[in-house]
């Protein structure tokens, strides 16, 4: 049978005008993810359910490709990229963002935070709404889901159960202002020391004391130079997942909705429980091993950290004045 050139490019134009919405569909998206830790952390683990959650949900049209341990970006660098434009999704903190808005830096506060529950009831509810809006208007950093990674205990030569057992002693600490006047709040003399050099230094004496994740000193086996582990959570360690405002807002969406759905569901369920596990697995390994103190003198400390707070609201303005104040009434 001869088919008449009408017909055939009437056929033709039918098929172009059913094609067109599934190649629509179909279009391929490719977003990078990058982060600073290795791939055996746990956060790690996070990103790759949360790229296969994104994939499935979408049927896969968007592939989310992940740079781990600092291949693309560090944690800083991260944040900023995020901020240019010139990266999609990544792993950092509040601490990271206030070197743009240091307001942000209030989650860092020592002793402002009683337990994970205070924890969950800021990050989760109006102050991290508050908090979110925030990031957006100021940094043009999209919250996926603000998280935690854990609280920080002390790890000490002698027992620490209320203030005053820090008077004296070597405390090792980051080399961050906050962490350094904690140190000195409490009457420790403030040694910053790489990470790396933590279990050499306590070995030695350079420091009779560190202050970091029970996790932390599980894997890096500090305990068998230390007799005495203490359950202070003096520090809450929040580590999120932040995507770019502008690349969000060009996204189909369905897209959208996808990846800040996957991003709740992978955080603040999976993450969160994980983390908790880990971290109570870690205490329960030490307890075993060392001397552990589970209740300490938490208002000893607390009593003590007035000129921290003031001195970090002097610098970082009424805006942090208000998260500090709104946080201790959570």
Known sequence: MRISRRKLLGYGAAASVLAMPHVARAQAIRLVFSHHVPTA????GVAEKFAEQVKQNTNGQVTIDIKPASQLFNLRTSAEALQLGTLDLC???????????????????????????HV????????????????????????????????????????????????????????????????????????????????????????????????????????????????????????????SAKKMAALPPNVQKAVRDAAV???QKHMWAA?????????????????????????????KMGPVLDGFVAKAGPKAKAYIEAVQKA
């Not at 020391?193 to 350079?206: C, D, N, S």
């Not at 500090?222 to 932040?242: D, K, L, N, P, Q």
């Not at 880990?278 to 607390?302: C, M, T, V, Y």
């Open 41 to 44: 952390h746990l956060i790690h």
């Open 91 to 117: 792993w950092s903190d509040l601490g990271t963002l206030a070197n743009w808005q240091p307001q942000f830096g209030f989650v860092s506060m020592p002793f402002l935070f009683n337990d994970y529950d």
């Open 120 to 243: 969950k009831r800021v990050l989760f509810g109006p102050i991290g709404e508050q908090i979110a809006k925030e990031t957006k208007d100021t940094l043009g950093v999209e919250v996926l889901s603000l998280g935690a990674s854990g609280f920080r205990v002390f790890l000490s030569k002698k027992a620490i159960a209320r203030a005053e057992d820090c008077r004296g002693i070597k405390l090792r600490v980051p080399e961050i202002p906050t962490w350094v006047e904690m140190a000195k709040a409490l009457g420790a003399n403030p040694t910053p020391i790489p990470a790396g050099e933590i279990y050499t230094a306590l070995q030695t004496g350079v420091v009779d004391a560190i202050e970091v994740p029970a996790d932390f000193i599980v894997s890096a086996k500090s305990y068998e130079v230390a007799g005495f582990v203490t359950r202070t959570h003096h520090i809450f360690t929040e580590v999120s997942m932040f995507a």
């Open 265 to 267: 569901e992978q955080v």
């Open 275 to 303: 983390n908790l596990k880990e971290q109570e697995d870690a205490w329960n390994f030490l307890a075993s091993k060392i001397k552990a103190n589970a209740s300490p003198d938490i208002p000893s400390f607390r009593s």
